[in-house]
């Protein structure tokens, strides 16, 4: 149980980070409940943790019904990044890089956090822990699943807010995905 808080701890304070230092000053979005969270902050101005937590809702109820396991790990998980983007929301604008050096930073800093949670089986939100019941049941790669659903989440954004700088936001799905992909794709070595 130590470990799981730890890597809970560890992958949702990378999230919260790469989200805010990174993601939020240039009004991107990434893909999945964070995403749809950002969509909500930018359009209503709603909280983007809180919005996180709510919209969660459906979809663990829908997985303590299909897998228990997964419910009670991705809770967790969810609440850790829900809150910590909340504490963690003073990051925003503490660093002033080009968008696509903080593209490339945040999304990386994200993909770690994310890709460490998946590989130990807890789901960081939403549309994560909707990826890894998909991956379950259709032995697809969960770093697939999430980008396509991502993909979709994205060009609904840019329908929605006619910001070309959302197209960058493709290429944060893109490197969660790749990092997620890579992460959860390694064999565990036994000693």
Same mark, same amino acid.
């Given at each position: 149980?130590?470990?799981?808080?730890? !890597?809970?701890?560890?992958?949702? $304070? *990378?999230?919260?980070?790469?989200?805010?230092?990174?993601?939020?000053?240039?009004?991107?979005?990434?893909?999945?409940?964070?995403?749809?969270?950002? @969509?909500?902050?930018?359009?209503?101005?709603?909280?983007?943790?809180?919005?996180?937590?709510?919209?969660?809702?459906?979809?663990?109820?829908?997985?303590?019904?299909?897998?228990?396991?997964?419910?009670?790990?991705?809770?967790?998980?969810?609440?850790?990044?829900?809150?910590?983007?909340? @504490?963690? @929301?003073?990051?925003?604008?503490?660093?002033?890089?080009?968008?696509?050096?903080?593209?490339? $930073?945040?999304?990386?800093?994200?993909?770690?956090?994310?890709?460490?949670?998946?590989?130990?089986?807890?789901?960081?939100?939403?549309?994560?822990?909707?990826?890894?019941?998909?991956?379950?049941? $259709?032995? *697809?790669? !969960?770093? !697939?699943?999430? !980008?396509?659903?991502?993909?979709?989440?994205?060009? $609904?954004?840019?329908?929605?807010?006619?910001?070309?700088?959302?197209?960058?936001?493709?290429?944060?799905?893109?490197?969660?995905?790749?990092?997620?992909?890579?992460?959860?794709?390694?064999?565990?070595?036994?000693?």
């Amino acid at each position: 149980m130590l470990k799981k808080l730890a !890597v809970i701890g560890f992958g949702s $304070t *990378m999230i919260s980070v790469g989200i805010n230092m990174f993601i939020l000053p240039f009004h991107l979005i990434n893909g999945g409940i964070f995403g749809i969270s950002l @969509l909500l902050n930018y359009v209503w101005g709603l909280k983007v943790g809180l919005m996180f937590i709510l919209l969660n809702i459906p979809i663990y109820l829908f997985a303590l019904k299909k897998d228990p396991i997964y419910f009670y790990n991705g809770i967790l998980g969810a609440v850790f990044s829900g809150c910590l983007i909340e @504490l963690l @929301l003073p990051l925003n604008g503490l660093v002033n890089l080009p968008i696509i050096s903080s593209v490339i $930073t945040g999304a990386t800093i994200i993909g770690v956090g994310v890709g460490v949670m998946l590989r130990n089986h807890i789901s960081p939100g939403g549309m994560d822990l909707l990826a890894l019941l998909i991956a379950k049941w $259709t032995k *697809m790669n !969960v770093g !697939v699943i999430m !980008v396509t659903l991502d993909a979709v989440i994205i060009l $609904t954004g840019l329908f929605l807010l006619q910001d070309a700088r959302l197209l960058y936001s493709l290429l944060i799905i893109s490197i969660i995905g790749m990092l997620a992909t890579i992460i959860t794709s390694f064999r565990r070595v036994s000693m």
